[in-house]
């Protein structure tokens, strides 16, 4: 009722009935953002009336988790495709929209370009039509949409090639994209790679995660990446299979994620050698699912501990799945020690799965407690309990005139 313009609904933060928060929905209507989940025909209906107003604040609009029928999406996409929608940041992602719905959202944006910034439309059924409409939308010059993400939308070859023209055709905004979990395999990469190659793609971030990748794959990024090298500070291709003879040409000094993809004691090394570099571009590193020895953590952890590395994010264990790496006692030992040389730059370290014993603890407490240490998020060992992991981590932290972290086992620090 307010005459203010709230900047975000969020109905998961009132503890209230289902029919108490169907009651808030209207709010919407004067809301900048909202996310909500079981919203009903009548509740899309009402965001719809929200897009369609005059003037109309929604500028963010998160309905992931929403099984939303064909009939909420027509009511939606009315809204959409309306002059007065603002909308920059669209967010559906596992709402189950069937190709028909995929299509009405295409010919939507399509019918309205110019203010979307962000498409999420992760585990929607793409087929040939509703991708035309998508393309459509893409190839529009008016077109401003810097992040599309198209996890698992059974996206095929022939997807990437009409996704790849339709990218091509006008000046493309697109600064991330992610194709990840769709069946695309090497020919559909070796059309995106076309895109890569050309002047006007700015992309900034490519995921590519479980997309069949073999060195045919690897050979068109490497060629494609050299060709036009300034933008891409990204690339994640985890859960491909890749062989020592892709990994080592694969332009580290670009890539800040390599989770699950099967690393040697050779590839660790080139990937030390990227974090010597001077400049050292890497600051986000996943290891998540490489069974890591001793020798290959120790070829790590020299680049670790060189004063050109500059890593921000370090996790060997990943939130999908618990992937994880089993490091031995010795190899957090080595850990510490390194962290313990350049501490003034790691800001988020995954270590659940790691077998810290006394030695290690010490030189991840000797980290800790050095001041330019910064680091905000530690996730621990579960070889150590919650009780001990504090009382260890927490003393050392103590003797800092300043504490910097504010997670601890993913939750916050407790005074």
Do not use: W
């Not at 023209?165 to 990469?189: C, M, R, W, Y």
């Amino acid at each position: 009722m307010s005459e203010e313009v709230l900047d975000e609904l969020d109905l998961d933060q009132y503890r209230t009935s289902n029919e108490g928060r169907r009651r808030l929905i209207p709010a919407v209507k004067n809301c900048r953002k909202l996310r909500n989940c079981g919203l009903s025909e009548t509740d899309c209906e009402t965001v719809a009336l929200a897009l369609l107003s005059d003037p109309s604040h929604l500028t963010e609009l998160d309905l992931s988790g929403n099984q939303l029928q064909d009939s909420a999406m027509m009511l939606l996409c009315a809204g959409l495709e309306n002059p007065n929608c603002k909308l920059e940041s669209l967010r559906l992602r596992i709402c189950s929209l069937s190709d028909f719905s995929c299509g009405l959202l295409g010919f939507a944006l399509m019918s309205n370009p110019s203010h979307l910034k962000e498409l999420d439309l992760r585990s929607a059924d793409f087929q040939s039509s509703a991708m035309q409409h998508l393309c459509a939308f893409l190839e529009n010059p008016h077109c401003r949409l810097k992040i599309l993400r198209l996890v698992n939308c059974t996206l095929s070859k022939f997807s990437c090639a009409a996704l790849v023209s339709a990218l091509k055709s006008s000046p493309s905004h697109l600064t991330e994209l992610d194709l990840s979990l769709n069946f695309i395999q090497d020919s559909g990469v070796e059309l995106l790679c076309a895109f890569l190659e050309t002047s006007c793609c700015l992309l900034q971030t490519l995921r590519l995660e479980r997309c069949k990748l073999s060195v045919i794959s690897c050979a068109a990024l490497v060629s494609a990446l050299k060709s036009n090298p300034s933008h891409l500070t990204e690339l994640d291709l985890s859960g491909n299979k890749l062989q020592d003879s892709d990994v080592q040409h694969l332009p580290f000094s670009l890539s800040s994620r390599l989770r699950n993809c099967g690393l040697s004691e050779t590839d660790c090394e080139t990937v030390a050698l990227a974090l010597l570099s001077d400049p050292s571009h890497l600051t986000e590193l996943d290891l998540s699912g490489n069974e890591l020895q001793d020798s290959a953590m120790m070829l790590l952890c020299a680049g670790l501990e060189n004063p050109n590395c500059r890593l921000e994010k370090l996790h060997f264990c990943s939130e999908f799945r618990l992937r994880i790496c089993s490091l031995s006692d010795f190899s957090c030992g080595v850990l510490g020690f390194a962290l313990m040389s350049n501490p003034s730059h790691l800001k988020e370290l995954d270590l659940r799965s790691a077998d810290f014993q006394s030695s290690a603890m010490q030189h991840l407490c000797a980290f800790l407690e050095n001041p330019h240490c910064i680091l905000k998020t530690l996730r621990s060992a579960p070889s150590l309990s919650c009780v001990e992991m504090n009382n260890k981590v927490m003393l050392k932290v103590s003797r800092r005139h300043e504490s910097d972290i504010t997670q601890l086992h993913g939750n916050p620090v407790s005074s």
